[in-house]
């Protein structure tokens, strides 16, 4: 019997004309060309020729839309679980980089104080404890032998990866492998996660996308 997969899909392209830390800020939808980015998604999933048994997303837009081309390609209707969304963030709506950039006001100096933590929001262990809650609790409620797919966001993706290989939580941002509309996969062993692939199906359209929304 092929073991059943949990893979976690990064959301696509956010249309974000004002180049802000978008967070958990409402109004922030895919662009056209992460629609595209959300359907190389869902066509990699499909062309795997796995079952996929549920589907569970991030409560924000840009995740549930991403969410939409998986429940039309596999007929489920996603379960929204908050445990998904993205960590809150003290420079939401701000512009990190650049004239007037938020890293270059000494008011929120402060904030940076701890970037091992994260000082200026949500710490790295609160994350990665709900992401993994999520997948192992999605499967133990699983009656059926097909995978289970989770649309959610960079930081919270990489938190689950660093932690189920036994990486130390704090890290370089810039070094994360967490593409738009990537998928990371695992598999649940005698009670553990183990994690088995990483695919950017949505490499080809990456060159073009401008991806600002965590830090």
Known sequence: ??????????HGEVFNPQRVLYGRLPGFGLSDLGREMAAAAADDLVARGRTVAALYSSPLERTRQSAEPISRAFDLEPVIDERLIEPTNRFEG?????????????????????????????????????????????????????DLVFVSHQLPIWMAHRSIVGARLAHDPRQRRCALSSITSFELQ?????????????????????????V
């Open 94 to 146: 701000s512009r990190l980089r650049g004239a007037g950039g938020a890293l270059r006001n000494p008011a929120n100096w402060p904030l940076l104080v701890n970037p091992w933590r994260p000082s200026w929001g949500e710490p790295f262990t609160s994350i990665a404890r709900r992401m993994i809650a999520a997948m192992t609790d999605a499967a133990s409620a699983s009656d059926s032998d097909g």
């Open 1 to 10: 019997m092929v073991s059943a997969q949990l893979h976690l899909v990064r």
């Open 190 to 214: 005698n009670g553990r996660l183990h994690e088995v692939g990483y695919a950017d199906p949505a490499a080809r359209l990456g060159a073009q996308a401008t991806d600002l929304g965590a």
